[in-house]
């Protein structure tokens, strides 16, 4: 199992940006952090959790309507690092955050990070 651990998460008010990361454990070669599609969910209060943005090994990236041209995910395979630049927040962004990867045969999960946004 892959040990991923979020940070960055906390209070903004609205209209305002936050970076959130996600680390694999050290313990984690590289070869198989860059096999992991690495993803961002969402956890609202008395919500599910849903999907925000997704990236593949090979990059390639995939966005909730909600997070569409105001998020971005990326990934550092050096650092087996991936971030979520958030920018233009707003209170429908508030709740837990949860890091991703995941395989064919692997589905690892952090332990999340709040986010909240107040107006």
């Known amino acids: 199992q892959v040990q991923l651990v979020e940070s960055g998460g906390g209070s903004v008010q609205a209209g305002g940006s936050l970076r959130l990361s996600c680390a694999a454990s050290?313990?984690?070669?590289?070869?198989?952090?860059?096999?992991?599609?690495m993803g961002w969910y969402r956890q609202a209060p008395g919500k599910q959790r849903e999907l925000v943005a997704s990236?593949?090994?090979?990059?390639?990236?995939n966005y909730a309507d909600t997070a569409k041209g105001r998020f971005t995910i990326s990934r550092d395979n050096t650092k087996r690092t991936v971030f979520l630049d958030m920018n233009r927040l707003n209170s429908e962004d508030t709740g837990v955050y949860y890091c991703?990867?995941?395989?064919?045969?692997?589905?690892?999960w952090g332990q999340g990070t709040q986010v909240t946004v107040s107006s």
């Open positions: 991703n990867g995941r395989t064919n045969i692997r589905d690892d």
């Open positions: 050290a313990a984690t070669s590289k070869i198989i952090f860059n096999i992991y599609t």
């Open positions: 990236i593949t090994s090979a990059g390639t990236t």
